[in-house]
């Protein structure tokens, strides 16, 4: 699978900024999704997954209510869109997928994703 992560900027606290990444090469629909982001200084850390059907959907627990990740398999795409975005929020954002089973998409990891996007970078001021 192929992953292309875009829709990243600088933006002010409080706003807003979607991102959105395309996948290619293999069927979509069979993986589940997941986005992690690398903060300046940081190892690179979860964010967000969902899992194959879209039904599914997991947070780490600083942008729960403010992050939504989300997919259209006909589209081939997973999204995340960010709300009320603050400066720690500042990082690399990368998409992955994982070939896992609904039972294991509240628990990804970075080692359990088996293809990586490069990422798309967030600036958030203050």
């Known amino acids: 699978v192929q992953l292309q992560a875009s829709g990243g900027g600088t933006v002010q606290t409080g706003d807003s900024l979607r991102l959105s990444c395309a996948a290619s090469?293999?069927?979509?629909?069979?993986?589940?999704m997941a986005w992690f982001r690398q903060s300046p200084g940081k190892e690179r850390e979860f964010v967000a997954s969902?899992?194959?059907?879209?039904?599914?959907?997991y947070y780490t627990h600083p942008v729960k209510g403010r992050f939504t990740v989300s997919r259209d398999n006909a589209e081939n795409t997973v999204y995340l869109q960010m709300n009320n975005l603050k400066p720690e929020d500042t990082g690399v954002y990368y998409c992955?997928?994982?070939?896992?089973?609904?039972?294991?998409?509240?628990?990804?990891?970075?080692?359990?994703?088996?293809?990586w996007g490069r990422g798309t970078l967030v600036t958030v001021s203050s």
């Open positions: 992955a997928a994982a070939d896992a089973t609904d039972q294991r998409v509240p628990f990804l990891q970075r080692g359990d994703m088996d293809y």
């Open positions: 090469g293999r069927t979509f629909s069979a993986y589940a």
């Open positions: 969902i899992n194959r059907g879209g039904g599914g959907k």
